[in-house]
């Protein structure tokens, strides 16, 4: 690029500065050097709103194109194409690169799509080459891989679909060990959301029967949803490494890759040549600048014709006969094989991914390859159960057996022979979507509920989560509780009133009496400024007090303390508790009004509990208004000191203690004592009462 130049005459001006001391000095400044800060902010103050005007041409063509007025659409990206040439601006030249293949994906011109997605695909992958820590860069990236992919399995191509979603997942989850970098500039230049990227592969992957490299990507996907939800989610070197590609993939991604490393040669150069400014090119530059172009579009030219040639039918035909039978090495799935199999108890991880037309299972056994079983039930169908069975739990006058059966038969009867294979005693849970709203718990196989047979403990993602962290060798307390008085919240443009929780101090005083070094903190003593600092003094946070899960934002989820005060899910990240080992809220409430979302609250709070450092959460799915929480935190709390039993175990013995109405001795004389009715007593086996609390995290 030519330098471009500046002619003035040197001329000297004088500014009089009245220094603090009363001195009048003077100071030459050089008017030429004052030209050039004034081009340089001209020229700022230009390309700023070149910025704009992309961003603006690029919205109004998206809409242009959602009417179906492609014509038009195409000239407004064009003119988005020149401007981001003019000013230099890779990234919104590779977004228009984006929008244009979208454009022509639209009409079924798919020819002209890949060629346009191919050169968003080189300028994204020269920009992330100079990345020293992944970021931006390998994001807008990855979405190209994720609309050639999206593009791919329109045409029918779902094994070449699923080598370029792999790209798109690996980038990102480079990226997200710097997570800031996805609060970055976005354009809408993507066919597919990431985390319908994600789902795409997990669907791809198990309608192949690729178990293995499937449960990889199930994981993934809770990951992507907490970062949608929350932002800036921090991952680690499991996460990092994305998922793996088979043998028979590496091929294409060498003949990928040599295809980008030479388009991007030519790519440099025409950049260089096109930051001359068009007046001022020379011939041979004008000449060169035609030559790099037809070069360029020849070698994509020619990864396009080797997408649809008979080398890539025949590697495709390869994956289809080998990538569902190999053994892949994948470290993360060793990983938690290993994890599982140090577990006190026989453990296997299951993961269920609810699809349009299906829900996948996935079991993950300490000593076998994964399984997978497909069950045929639509989200619709699946979505109105969970609903019915939802609100059944919550009404103990109603029918509660029969959707609990259902869910059954979907979710546990596919797996049920493979659990008798593994013996398993504790299945390690990591729910998706509306599943989120139920306890696995309280399924139902038409002799006993689920609860009897399993221990059941929920994870947000087992990349995310250390399976096999011990307890810490003494217990101690600290109970708060919210018992009287009233709080009016305002929530999502909802005006809520919670009271204080009758039970709330007899369950306190229950714990103290079970636990003898415990801290009570009660009603107005129990604020966020004196309870948050003491926290990480204790191995046991117990909480007796309104939470609430709420479909919306992070900042609309809140636990409620003694004295008004609230802390939002986010807020809750800034605790720090690497000392706690558990953190119980025994009054929470998810689903409120009734409204299911797709659970991202719960996974969020699993998540945010688990980022303070502290090991695993107890909470609620709904709230249990009366003596029903009480007996069971007793139980529980009586059978978690003898350091016989982990968490998960202790819990799954006191929910069975009230199904079968043999509470412990000392909690039978506490319930005397307070006065616990004898309707209510009767009535615990009603999986309202013992069904809601969940442990999410570390079960030992």
Same mark, same amino acid.
């Given at each position: ?113 890949? !060629?346009?997605?191919?050169? &968003?695909? @080189?300028?994204? +992958? %020269? *920009? ?5 820590? /992944?970021? =931006? ?120 890759? !040599?295809?980008?490393?030479? &388009?991007? @040669?030519?790519? +440099? %150069? *025409? ?5 001359? /400014?068009? =007046? ?120 509660? !057996? ?299």
């Amino acid at each position: 690029m030519y330098p471009r130049k500046f002619y003035f005459h040197l001329v000297t001006a004088t500014v009089l500065i009245v220094a603090g001391s009363g001195i009048v000095v003077t100071t030459p400044i050089s008017v030429a050097k004052k030209t050039n800060i004034n081009n340089q902010n001209a020229e700022n103050t230009k390309t700023a709103t070149s910025i704009q005007d992309v961003v603006r041409l690029h919205q109004e063509a998206i809409a242009l194109s959602r009417q179906s007025k492609f014509q038009q659409a195409q000239q407004k990206l064009q003119t988005a194409l020149s401007i981001s040439r003019e000013i230099g601006d890779l990234s919104l030249e590779a977004a228009t690169f984006n929008n244009i293949g979208r454009v022509y994906q639209q009409q079924g011109q798919n020819s002209q799509a890949l !060629k346009s997605y191919l050169q &968003a695909l @080189v300028i994204n +992958k %020269e *920009l992330s080459l100079k990345e020293k820590t /992944p970021g =931006q860069a390998h994001i807008a990236l990855g979405k190209t891989y994720s609309n050639l992919g999206y593009l791919l399995s329109t045409q029918n191509q779902p094994e070449l679909a699923i080598f370029f979603y792999k790209h798109c997942v690996n980038n990102r989850e480079k990226v997200r060990l710097n997570p800031t970098a996805f609060s970055g500039r976005k354009l809408d230049a993507y066919t597919l959301t990431v985390a319908q990227t994600y789902r795409a592969l997990g669907e791809g992957l198990l309608r192949s029967d690729r178990v293995e490299e499937g449960q990889r990507i199930m994981d993934l996907i809770k990951v992507e949803e907490l970062e949608e939800y929350l932002n800036n989610v921090q991952g680690n070197q499991r996460t990092a490494k994305g998922i793996e590609l088979a043998p028979a993939e590496k091929p294409i991604k060498q003949k990928l890759d !040599k295809t980008l490393d030479s &388009a991007i @040669v030519l790519g +440099k %150069e *025409l950049t260089k040549l096109r930051q001359i /400014p068009p =007046q001022q090119r020379l011939p041979q530059q004008k000449q060169r600048i035609q030559q790099l172009v037809k070069n360029q579009q020849q070698i994509l030219e020619e990864f396009n014709n080797f997408i649809d040639s008979p080398d890539v039918k025949a590697q495709v035909e390869e994956i289809n006969r080998t990538a569902r039978r190999q053994n892949l090495d994948l470290e993360s799935l060793n990983q938690i094989r290993d994890n599982l199999s140090q577990l006190p108890e026989k453990s296997v991880l299951v993961y269920p991914l609810v699809l349009k037309d299906s829900l996948e299972l996935v079991l993950v056994t300490p000593d076998s390859p994964p399984i997978r079983r497909s069950v045929a039930v639509n989200q619709d169908k699946l979505n109105q159960t969970i609903l019915a069975f939802r609100r059944a739990l919550e009404n103990p006058s109603l029918d509660v !057996k029969k959707p609990a059966r259902q869910l059954y038969n979907w979710l546990i009867k596919p797996l049920e022979n493979d659990f008798k294979q593994a013996n398993v005693k504790t299945i390690v849970y990591a729910p998706d979507g509306q599943l989120r709203y139920i306890p696995l718990a309280a399924l139902y196989d038409g002799k006993q509920w689920l609860i009897q047979r399993f221990g059941i403990n929920h994870i947000t993602a087992a990349s995310l989560t250390n399976f096999n962290s011990p307890p810490p060798s003494a217990m101690r307390v600290l109970a708060a509780a919210f018992t009287k008085g009233s709080y009016e919240v305002k929530v999502a443009n909802r005006q809520l009133t919670f009271s204080g929780l009758p039970f709330a101090a007899r369950e306190v005083e229950s714990l103290a009496a079970t636990v003898p070094d415990t801290k009570k903190i009660l009603d107005d003593a129990f604020s966020l400024d004196t309870t948050v600092p003491q926290m990480d003094d204790y191995t046991i946070v117990h909480l007796a007090t309104h939470a609430a899960f709420i479909v919306g934002k992070p900042e609309d989820s809140f636990i409620l303390f003694g004295n008004g005060d609230r802390a939002t899910l986010r807020d809750v990240a800034t605790w720090s508790l690497p000392r706690v080992d558990l953190v119980v809220l025994s009054a929470c409430e998810t689903g409120l009004g009734g409204k299911l979302g797709n659970g991202e609250e719960i996974l969020g709070f699993g998540y945010q509990i688990q980022k303070t450092g502290a090991k695993s959460a107890i909470a609620s799915l709904w709230t249990v208004d009366d003596g029903g929480t009480q007996a069971l935190m007793s139980a529980f709390y009586t059978l978690l000191p003898s350091g016989k039993l982990t968490k998960v175990e202790a819990l799954r013995q006191a929910q069975i203690a009230l199904i079968t109405g043999k509470l412990p001795a000392i909690v039978q004389q506490q319930s005397r004592n307070n006065q616990l009715s004898a309707a209510i007593e009767a009535n615990l086996n009603h999986p309202y009462y013992w069904a809601p609390f969940i442990l999410i995290g570390n079960g030992l």
